[in-house]
């Protein structure tokens, strides 16, 4: 069973930086792609970032370009968010991801939330003036 578990959220002013991380260990998969979202209070969940494992893309959203990288550790399976220059609209609650297949089919990304079908508890960034 796959079970995505994040950890690394906190208390940060803004501009600060965290990282955050997902260990995506439990599953067989040849080709997986793990993602960040992003859920603000009173908010629908939004896509923040995706890594395919099979080839290594990356693939973000437009508020995140620039701010934040996601990359990975491949021996340990697990995925990483940077977040720096942190604003206090990305105060929420982050959720690691992970679908099987590649990040991208065509020219179509994968960053809607029923696109993806393993979900961890989520980690919550608090991010003060």
């Known amino acids: 069973q796959v079970q995505p578990v994040e950890s690394g959220g906190g208390l940060v002013q803004a501009g600060g930086s965290l990282r955050l991380s997902c260990a995506t260990s439990?599953?067989?998969?040849?080709?997986?792609?793990t993602a960040w979202f992003h859920q603000a209070p009173e908010k629908e969940r939004e896509f923040v970032a995706a890594f395919s494992w099979s080839g290594g893309s990356t693939y973000y959203a437009e508020s995140a370009k620039g701010r934040f990288t996601i990359s990975r550790d491949n021996a340990k399976k697990m995925v990483y968010l940077q977040m720096n220059s942190l604003k206090t609209e990305d105060t929420g609650v982050y959720y690691c991801a992970v679908r099987e297949g590649t990040a991208y089919s065509g020219s179509y990304y994968f960053t809607k939330r029923y696109e993806y079908a393993y979900w961890g508890q989520g980690t919550q960034v608090t991010v003060s003036s």
């Open positions: 439990g599953h067989t998969f040849r080709s997986y792609t």
